[in-house]
């Protein structure tokens, strides 16, 4: 693990958070996943009990910000809270247009990359108590952060308490129509004459934990059966995404922010931004999530 761990400045106390219910994620600070952020690179999967193997992206995750995720960033509104931010660069991208932004994560190696970047995070689960609870403009769950306890339903239900009322939630969903709840590993790479996937001697497999995959219509189900109001779908750079409402919102704030329910495929970002004002992590404002980090 990196022991560049940096602990992000508390410059404000926050008010206590309520005790939060739901699956454990698992521990994403196994040494292949430490290993590949640290080197920027796989190969790195999910490798389910059949031997099915999910390759992840490292490679992406570890690089800038390119142009689908700033797509991302464009629509975000308010303090963004990026829920398992990897190493950051999303994070690093609303730093860098002077938004609001606070990186979670369950890797210390994630934390410190985020960090190194000039963002803010913390070593922290979403279902733990956070900082900021109830007054987060938009929750970003990127890179198949869907799947985070194997359970979509208790993630949805968790991020609706993180938001504002009407809050929104920017989720990147599998490129292909499944509903998914498995039991996975984390290993490094592909073992040719087994067709499973082998540890390097470098890192231990921790042992399975839950994870789900979710395509547009299946996070559509389960939103709508959490309260959550569809504001829009799109992708780009052959990824797909979904925009979501939580409770208490008005139809023609998704339009004046760009979003429009009926169109499924846009690879052009919105033409005006909704993130909002700069803020200095060294003098936060006091209405800001980001200044109880």
């Known amino acids: 693990m990196s022991t560049a761990h940096r602990a992000v400045p508390r410059t404000t106390p926050h008010r206590p958070a309520p005790a ?46 390119d142009e689908t995720d700033l797509g991302v960033v464009e629509h975000c509104e308010g303090a963004v809270l990026d829920i398992g931010c990897g190493p950051g660069r999303l994070v690093a991208a ?19 990359h985020t960090v190194g970047l000039g963002g803010q995070a913390l070593h922290r689960s979403v279902f733990e108590p956070l900082p900021g609870e109830g007054r987060w ?40 129509d499944i ?9 490094h790479a592909a073992d040719n004459s087994s067709g499973r996937a082998g540890e390097s001697d470098s890192g231990a497999d921790e042992g399975p934990f839950p994870w789900a995959r979710l395509g547009t219509p299946a996070l559509l189900r389960h939103a709508a059966r959490a309260g959550w109001r569809a504001a829009g779908q799109w992708t780009a750079g052959g990824r797909s995404f979904v925009a979501l409402r939580s409770r208490d919102h008005g139809r023609d704030h998704d339009r004046d922010h760009g979003f429009d329910r009926t169109t499924r495929s846009s690879a052009e970002p919105p033409n005006s931004t909704a993130v909002i004002s700069s803020q200095r992590a060294a003098n936060p404002s006091p209405e800001s999530p980001v200044a109880d980090a």
């Open 179 to 187: 509903d998914e709840r498995v039991h996975v590993h984390l290993v």
């Open 94 to 112: 609303l730093c860098a247009r002077g938004g609001r932004a606070l990186g979670i994560d369950v890797s210390e190696a994630a934390v410190a």
């Open 137 to 176: 403009g938009t929750a970003l769950l990127m890179d198949g952060n869907l799947g985070i306890g194997g359970d979509p339903y208790a993630l949805l239900e968790r991020v609706a308490q993180l938001l504002v009322p009407g809050g929104l939630l920017l989720a990147e969903t599998a490129p292909v």
């Open 20 to 65: 939060a219910t739901g699956p454990t994620p698992p521990s994403w600070c196994a040494d292949p996943y430490a290993d590949a952020l640290r080197t920027g690179r796989g190969p790195l999967f999910l490798r389910r009990a059949d031997g099915w193997l999910l390759p992840l992206d490292v490679e992406r995750w570890c690089a800038r910000a």
